[in-house]
């Protein structure tokens, strides 16, 4: 692999996590979750090699009116909203204008979801262990969002799982999860995207087909369980 890059794409990466997941394999009460659109490549591999099911959680930070770099909050999938109250009120920010960005970002959030899902539900994570996989944590910033929406869907765990992360971030996570496997955390970091050969931008057909692959294993693999041996 030329220079120090560690994993080709994010397929790639996707091989060497569920590596450092295998304990989970063959589980019937785990779910893999992926924050599009980069997780999703990275979670499919996992997600295959551990015989699991396989969503998307869409997040989306809700930027602070007139700051939008500067997250107030963040939406995700299946109607949660999670607000930094710290943010809101040393800003001053009213609920009117909160409620405008939440307007904008839940019409991207749905059209993300329906583009992704094809009209399929969201896979239920109530009392499941649930394995969340973004394809690196640089801040750690969308991800601490998406943990904190996910616990609201009442899982029995989060497993935070990443191919590549700076070792501060991990730290800084694992006491708001019940696991974090991080494959690798090299110093100095740099960024998330110098460690792949190919980090080119993930497509929403991209995010679709894998879902749609996903499900049909699923489906299969029922069938082949129902099946009465002969």
Not at 84 to 103: G, K, Q
Not at 164 to 172: F, G, K, P, R
Request: aromatic residues 4%; neutral net charge.
């Amino acid at each position: 692999m030329p220079g120090d890059r560690l994993f080709r794409d994010r397929r790639h990466a996707g091989r060497v996590l569920a590596s450092a997941l295998g304990r989970h394999a063959a589980r019937h009460d785990v779910v893999v979750l992926a924050l599009p659109r980069g997780g999703v490549p990275v979670a499919f591999e996992v997600a295959e090699r551990l015989g699991a099911p396989l969503d998307v959680f869409v997040v989306r930070k809700l930027g602070a009116p007139g700051r939008p770099e500067l997250a107030m909050g963040a939406l995700a999938s299946g109607g949660v909203r999670v607000l930094n109250h710290d943010v809101l009120s040393v800003l001053r920010i009213p609920e009117s204008a909160v409620a405008s960005v939440v307007a904008a970002e839940q019409v991207e959030l749905v059209r993300r979801e329906d583009v992704y899902r094809g009209g399929r539900p969201p896979l239920p994570v109530s009392g499941r262990t649930v394995i969340l996989i973004d394809d690196g944590l640089a801040t750690g910033a969308t991800m601490r969002a998406a943990v904190a929406g996910l616990r609201l869907r009442g899982p029995a765990q989060i497993i935070v799982a990443v191919p590549i992360a700076a070792s501060q971030v991990c730290a800084d996570l694992a006491d708001q999860v019940d696991d974090i496997v991080c494959a690798v955390t090299p110093e100095p970091f740099r960024a998330v995207g110098a460690w792949y050969d190919d980090f080119s931008q993930t497509g929403d057909e991209e995010v679709r087909q894998l879902l749609v692959a996903a499900d049909r294993r699923c489906a299969d693999a029922r069938l082949a369980a129902e099946r009465p041996v002969a």
